[in-house]
């Protein structure tokens, strides 16, 4: 069973920084393109960044130049380190992917970016 779990959400002040991580576990034979989403109370899940096997990545224009994704391919882990947090980033933070030619998603991560 493959298994995506987040940490490193948390409190912060706007303008400052904070990263999360995703740990993919199980036996795990195949790892491919992986991103965050997001969901704000009241609003649906957006796409926030996405990087492939290829270190390929796609930003969300709202995130764009303060959001950064990257991968480990060895160890199965993604990351999304995010600079200059605006209140507006306030969501549940989810990872999700291609783990074995499956879609699979982590259980989320609050982020919470207040004064």
């Known amino acids: 069973q493959v298994q995506l779990v987040e940490s490193g959400g948390g409190l912060v002040q706007p303008g400052g920084s904070l990263s999360v991580s995703c740990a993919a576990s199980g036996s795990i034979f195949s790892f491919g393109t992986m991103g965050w989403y997001r969901q704000a109370p009241g609003k649906q899940r957006e796409l926030v960044a996405k990087?492939?096997?290829?270190?390929?990545?796609v930003y969300a224009d709202s995130v764009k130049g303060r959001f950064t994704i990257s991968r480990d391919n060895a160890k199965k882990l993604v990351y999304l380190q995010m600079n200059s947090l605006k209140p507006e980033d306030t969501a549940v933070y989810y990872c999700?992917?291609?783990?074995?030619?499956?879609?699979?998603w982590g259980q989320g991560t609050q982020v919470t970016v207040s004064s």
């Open positions: 990087i492939d096997s290829d270190y390929w990545t």
């Open positions: 999700t992917g291609d783990v074995n030619g499956n879609n699979a």
